[in-house]
């Protein structure tokens, strides 16, 4: 009997640690992954802003799911009348995996909107490798503008324009200042030249997913960090040397970071399968309705939200990690261990690191802010993190005691980042 799991995100990557310790070695659970870690992509600002080495955040499928397989590798399709799952792995060998339970669990990439230019000049952020080469770009756009005689080229390379009012472009206007203000302090010719952070939404206010109180709490912290928050704003088109708004306005600058938000893996659209808004359509108890061996949960299913009738559930990493859990037991009931249930999950509320010893939070929709809102952040993230807990501890430690890294890693725009990953309906948009 073999499970295979597609995705090691935060729903594949707790479905198979569910049912690991379910099934307890009666079923051979596989997981398809296009890295050899589980993410935690909350922390990924902290990584591009030098405070958490990248290893902190990256928690190891092999090391940490004893008893799973893990297959590496990209899946390219599935036949589910044959029950196989084909992937290609990192050295483009096709592989054929059958298997007698299915988990599509294979998350989200960036939502990309057809703006001249986006594809081209902006930097996505969904993993390491982008929020590795967005460190390393920033710090050169620094160490260039110290170099610039053109008072004007050293103007746009201080510039810095993220898209995006959501949780991770908040928390990446966030963390930048403090960032940029302590790679321009080891240059002595940048004595006094503003460095300009921006933050743009379409929305009216800055995180709107949250409580408007915590919204105008960031609000407050990113402007008194001197970010010029511009709500009702957005990118009208993108090109090498500025971006110009949907104001009109032109803004000069070599940094354009899109956090705009998700959509479903393109391997959804492929299955053939029913979707909703580009989601799997699931039962309450995610399974593929006309498919009983196959089970879909988190970014990359259409969950019925039982908390809020005739709705699904949102693209978090809250419920994505909550149906997993599911998902794994679901599938355990399938092969004769316990009876399966629905999903049912009352949001707990969510955590904002905004950086500096700033937070906000709002648990069980009780509204905190300042240092109470820090330490429920990072006790929030350590306690949902698989892994890591004393290095990322370590990491905060050491940021606090000792100055930041500041040095570029000779990376490159390369295919482990581009931003327009998987968007076939642009295909003369390249990253």
Same mark, same amino acid.
């Given at each position: 009997?073999?499970?295979?799991?597609?995705?090691?995100?935060?729903?594949?990557?707790?479905?198979?640690?569910?049912?690991?310790?379910?099934?307890?070695?009666?079923?051979?659970?596989?997981?398809?992954?296009?890295?050899?870690?589980?993410?935690?992509?909350?922390?990924?600002?902290?990584?591009?802003?030098?405070?958490?080495?990248?290893?902190?955040?990256?928690?190891?499928?092999?090391?940490?799911?004893?008893?799973?397989?893990?297959?590496?590798?990209?899946?390219?399709?599935?036949?589910?009348?044959?029950?196989?799952?084909?992937?290609?792995?990192?050295?483009?060998?096709?592989?054929?995996?059958?298997?007698?339970?299915?988990?599509?669990?294979?998350?989200?990439?960036?939502?990309?909107?057809?703006?001249?230019?986006?594809?081209?000049?902006?930097? #996505? =952020?969904?993993?390491?490798?982008?929020?590795?080469?967005?460190?390393?770009?920033?710090?050169?756009?620094?160490?260039?503008?110290?170099?610039?005689?053109?008072?004007?080229?050293?103007?746009?390379?201080?510039? =810095?324009?993220?898209? #995006?009012?959501?949780?991770?472009?908040?928390?990446?206007?966030?963390?930048?200042?403090? =960032?940029?203000?302590?790679?321009?302090?080891?240059?002595?010719?940048?004595? #006094?030249?503003?460095?300009?952070?921006?933050?743009?939404?379409?929305?009216?206010?800055?995180?709107?997913?949250?409580?408007?109180? !915590?919204?105008?709490?960031?609000?407050?912290? !990113?402007?008194?960090?001197?970010?010029?928050?511009?709500?009702?704003?957005?990118?009208?088109?993108?090109?090498?040397?500025?971006?110009?708004?949907?104001?009109?306005?032109?803004?000069?600058?070599?940094? !354009?970071?899109?956090?705009?938000?998700?959509?479903?893996?393109?391997?959804?659209?492929?299955?053939? !399968?029913?979707?909703?808004?580009?989601?799997?359509?699931?039962?309450?108890?995610?399974?593929?309705?006309?498919?009983?061996?196959?089970?879909?949960?988190?970014?990359?299913?259409?969950?019925?939200?039982?908390?809020? $009738?005739?709705?699904?559930?949102?693209?978090?990493?809250?419920?994505?990690?909550?149906?997993?859990?599911?998902?794994?037991?679901?599938?355990?009931?399938?092969?004769?261990?316990?009876?399966?249930?629905?999903?049912?999950?009352?949001?707990?509320?969510?955590?904002?690191? &905004?950086?500096?010893?700033?937070?906000?939070?709002?648990?069980?929709?009780?509204? &905190?802010?300042?240092?109470?809102?820090?330490?429920?952040?990072?006790?929030?993230?350590?306690?949902?993190? $698989?892994?890591?807990?004393?290095?990322?501890?370590?990491?905060?430690?050491?940021?606090?005691?000792?100055?930041?890294?500041?040095?570029?890693?000779?990376?490159?725009?390369?295919?482990?980042?581009?931003?327009?990953?998987?968007?076939?309906?642009?295909?003369?948009?390249?990253?």
């Amino acid at each position: 009997m073999r499970v295979v799991i597609v995705g090691g995100g935060f729903a594949g990557y707790h479905a198979a640690k569910e049912l690991l310790g379910t099934v307890r070695g009666e079923a051979e659970v596989v997981v398809v992954n296009p890295t050899d870690y589980f993410l935690y992509l909350p922390l990924l600002p902290e990584v591009a802003a030098g405070i958490l080495d990248p290893r902190t955040i990256t928690v190891s499928i092999p090391d940490t799911l004893p008893g799973a397989r893990l297959a590496l590798g990209t899946v390219t399709s599935v036949d589910t009348q044959g029950r196989i799952v084909h992937y290609t792995d990192p050295e483009d060998h096709e592989v054929h995996l059958p298997y007698d339970r299915l988990v599509l669990a294979a998350g989200s990439v960036n939502k990309l909107l057809p703006i001249p230019g986006v594809a081209e000049y902006a930097h #996505g =952020f969904r993993g390491v490798p982008e929020a590795l080469y967005l460190r390393d770009h920033i710090t050169r756009q620094i160490e260039l503008a110290a170099a610039a005689s053109d008072p004007d080229e050293r103007n746009a390379r201080c510039t =810095f324009v993220v898209v #995006g009012a959501g949780y991770t472009g908040t928390e990446v206007a966030a963390q930048g200042p403090a =960032f940029t203000a302590a790679l321009a302090a080891r240059h002595p010719e940048l004595a #006094g030249q503003p460095i300009r952070w921006l933050l743009l939404d379409v929305k009216k206010r800055v995180l709107p997913e949250l409580a408007e109180r !915590l919204g105008r709490t960031a609000d407050e912290v !990113l402007r008194a960090r001197g970010v010029e928050v511009l709500m009702g704003t957005s990118v009208d088109e993108a090109g090498v040397h500025g971006v110009t708004l949907t104001s009109g306005a032109q803004v000069p600058t070599r940094t !354009l970071v899109w956090c705009v938000g998700v959509r479903p893996d393109p391997l959804v659209s492929d299955l053939g !399968l029913e979707t909703d808004h580009g989601r799997i359509v699931v039962t309450t108890q995610l399974g593929v309705p006309g498919l009983p061996e196959v089970f879909a949960c988190g970014d990359a299913a259409a969950v019925p939200d039982l908390t809020k $009738p005739g709705s699904v559930t949102a693209m978090t990493a809250q419920h994505a990690q909550r149906q997993g859990k599911l998902a794994g037991r679901n599938v355990a009931a399938s092969l004769g261990h316990g009876s399966p249930r629905a999903y049912r999950h009352h949001d707990l509320g969510f955590v904002v690191d &905004l950086g500096a010893g700033r937070a906000a939070a709002n648990p069980l929709h009780i509204p &905190l802010s300042g240092l109470p809102a820090k330490a429920l952040t990072r006790a929030y993230h350590l306690l949902a993190m $698989p892994g890591n807990r004393v290095r990322t501890v370590a990491g905060w430690l050491l940021a606090l005691l000792t100055r930041r890294p500041t040095v570029q890693l000779g990376l490159v725009r390369g295919p482990a980042v581009p931003l327009d990953t998987g968007t076939p309906e642009l295909p003369h948009l390249r990253g």
